[in-house]
């Protein structure tokens, strides 16, 4: 494993970060000030503070990364500055500077020795602004950000409900430098190069490459566009140039179309083969600019009641969701650490991944298309409606579309998630933001939200494929009654294109108990671990049984920050993950899906932190996915074990605990090879530690 991910990390440095040929692409992440406010709307005392102690920061950098985590409701949101000098060369007066924010929470606007260059709303995608002209050229310059994370009806997510928006400069900038002429950088701070890709199939693929140049000279330029498709080993697949006048009257938009024959595609985790294509804007032999970007051939579709197809074979949509904030850190991750969450979703054996509830790092979407896994990017509307989002929304999603147009792993965007009332209102959004990623990318499906699990809710089917999130046994009624919800949507409407986009339940490590029913009361401080993982045996049984369940995303794959709550005696917190938020614990339900999902050889005996037993009579259960394990109580084998819901899953019945320290053993081979798994449990009296039982008679539909 640790082989492949280095083998995966060389070939990612092909394409991402795009430092090319013609262009100097530069970390602006050092040397910067920071001041929190609030600051005073009267002059002398802002001038006071503006004039005080500043402290020296490093991007990427959060405010929050403390207080959203620990403590509910009572954390800043508000105005903050970041500031940096830098001394910009006289030789660049004569080239194009731009500024390019990955992310911002979650207003920005930017100034240059004092002049304002650029304004953006919206924490999760990225923004470019061009800083030459603002510029002194052979001096220092003073550049100011000015940020605010305060939740705004205008801008979406309206409120920090569901998960906190972090504010800060919490994502890399870059200082990009190109000639007069380039490829253009402002285009919603996209590559400026667009792929798209027909008719696909192991005998030919169809390519298109759009490219938009911009000319801020005052003179048409001769130019020479070359756009040349390359294999992962660095062979000529097919090239295209074409020469003419570049006009300096608004960006131009030119188009190269290639046929590749016998292409190898780009198959998921099985081989998530990439080429490259190289879009080259040359005056002579001079190389003005030149920007790389992947190229994955693949070809997805979504067929009601039968499944996910890649390039026509039935694929297995095993997923997550995964929020990006961590533990201390906030949103303010480095590489590592998306590649450390990467990496477990890979070791789970997970095939698909919903990045929720919002953009997330390009750098993570790249890493998915050089890992093969299949990815949901969406936009944060969620939770609430103000009537006042509209323009917002549908700016997000067009800023969405544009960046993160070309990773193949990418086959469905996301318009909304619980959004309701005013339903009229909701829907119209919805189909608008429908109708918009189809013009933007009319190659990709759309999918939206919705918490109620049946099909004629006023807000459904304007997208392609309509997600429904049930926490059955959790928020409403019990664990079971996941599979007659999902037999009467497949006997009323076939025709659905249905995913279960989260279910799951909160885990306390600390909260452990053997003695569960089918349904709990959620507003009650106690969250049992071992109550999660009796719902992911039983629902993942039920959804692995019906394929007109397209795609399952369990929630989720890690704790994270709600600063909103104070549940299961930890405040500001979501412990649906099945690893902790300081991502040093996996959870039980984590092995349970390995064993599941994961080709890797598991053996796994539950349970280890309910150390504390309440009955010497119990059960043991054992995850194998190597066969039926034999399992040994203080050196004696057990007997009677039966199946249970999956064919991992081993139960024995009935063992009866000694006195004190009780030694659990699992053992089974597979390959010549003996795998082995020991815990530790201890009894001294029955007793009971039982949760608090409660069935929801009514339908849940998110918070």
Not at 2 to 20: D, E, G, M, R
Not at 573 to 602: C, H, Q
Request: glycine fraction near 6%.
């Amino acid at each position: 494993m640790k082989a492949k991910i280095f083998l995966v990390a060389a070939l990612l440095s092909l394409f991402y970060p795009t430092f090319c040929v013609g262009r100097d692409v530069q970390s602006f992440n050092a040397g910067w000030q920071f001041m929190q406010g609030p600051f005073s709307a009267d002059v002398v005392p802002m001038q006071n503070k503006w004039n005080g102690k500043w402290t020296d920061v490093e991007l990427p950098h959060t405010w929050n990364a403390v207080d959203m985590q620990v403590k509910a409701n009572d954390f800043y949101q508000g105005v903050a500055y970041y500031r940096k000098e830098y001394f910009f060369p006289q030789d660049l007066k004569a080239k194009r500077l731009f500024l390019k924010f990955e992310g911002v929470g979650s207003c920005a606007d930017v100034y240059v020795n004092g002049t304002l260059v650029n304004s953006h709303k919206g924490a999760y995608s990225a923004f470019a602004c061009e800083i030459g002209t603002a510029l002194k050229p052979g001096a220092n310059n003073e550049i100011v950000v000015k940020v605010d994370n305060t939740a705004r009806p205008d801008v979406i997510p309206v409120n920090h409900a569901l998960f906190g928006v972090y504010g800060g400069i919490y994502r890399p900038v870059w200082l990009v430098v190109t000639e007069q002429s380039n490829i253009t950088v402002t285009d919603c701070a996209s590559p400026g190069v667009y792929i798209t890709q027909r008719n696909v199939s192991g005998k030919s693929a169809d390519v298109r490459v759009k490219v938009k140049l911009d000319n801020a000279t005052l003179q048409p330029m001769p130019v020479t566009l070359e756009n040349t498709i390359y294999t992962r080993e660095g062979k000529k697949v097919g090239s295209h140039s074409q020469s003419f006048d570049l006009t300096p009257q608004g960006t131009q938009t030119y188009y190269a179309d290639f046929t590749v024959k016998n292409p190898r595609l780009w198959q998921g985790r099985k081989d998530p083969y990439l080429y490259k294509v190289v879009s080259r804007l040359m005056q002579g032999s001079k190389v003005l600019d030149e920007v790389v970007q992947p190229l994955g051939l693949r070809k997805y579709e979504v067929v009601a009641g039968k499944g996910f197809f890649l390039n026509g074979e039935k694929y297995p949509m095993h997923g997550v969701c995964r929020h990006q904030d961590w533990w201390g850190l906030g949103s303010a991750l480095k590489n590592e650490n998306h590649d450390f969450d990467l990496s477990m979703i890979m070791d789970i054996g997970a095939t698909t991944v919903r990045f929720a509830h919002y953009q997330q790092s390009d750098y993570l979407y790249s890493r998915c298309d050089s890992l093969g896994l299949i990815i949901w990017a969406e936009i944060p509307f969620v939770n609430r409606v103000t009537g006042q989002e509209r323009e917002n929304a549908q700016s997000q999603l067009r800023e969405m579309i544009r960046q993160n147009f070309n990773h193949p792993s990418i086959y469905v965007w996301g318009l909304h998630n619980e959004v309701y009332r005013p339903h009229e209102y909701t829907a119209s959004l919805t189909q608008s933001l429908h109708d918009l990623a189809k013009t933007e990318d009319p190659d990709r499906y759309t999918v939206s939200v919705n918490g109620y699990g049946h099909a004629e809710h006023p807000v459904n089917m304007n997208a392609d494929i309509q997600g429904m999130n049930r926490y059955f046994g959790w928020y409403e009624r019990k664990i079971q009654d996941i599979k007659p919800w999902v037999e009467e949507l497949e006997a009323k409407y076939p025709h659905q294109k249905l995913m279960l986009t989260e279910y799951g339940a909160d885990a306390n490590i600390y909260h452990q108990t053997e003695i569960l029913g089918e349904a709990i009361d959620w507003s009650k401080p106690f969250y049992p671990e071992t109550f999660q993982t009796k719902i992911h045996e039983y629902q993942w049984s039920v959804i692995d049984q019906h394929p007109y369940i397209i795609a399952s995303y369990l929630w989720n794959m890690f704790d994270f920050a709600v600063p909103a709550w104070a549940r299961g005696s930890v405040p500001a917190r979501n412990m649906k993950g099945l690893i902790t938020f300081d991502r040093k614990i996996k959870k039980d339900s984590y092995y349970f899906y390995k064993a599941n999902w994961s080709e890797e050889p598991v053996l796994y005996l539950t349970e280890r932190r309910n150390y504390d037993r309440e009955k010497r009579h119990t059960q043991v259960t054992v995850y194998s996915n190597i066969g039926m394990p034999k399992v040994y109580l203080n050196g004696k084998e057990l007997t009677g074990v039966r199946q249970g819901y999956t064919q991992i899953h081993y139960v024995f019945e009935d063992v009866v605990l000694a006195d004190g320290k009780n030694i659990l053993k699992a053992v089974a081979s597979a390959r010549g090879k003996e795998y082995t798994d020991q815990i530790e449990w201890s009894y001294t009296a029955d007793r009971i530690r039982a949760v608090d039982a409660y069935e929801n008679k009514s339908e849940h539909s998110g918070f």
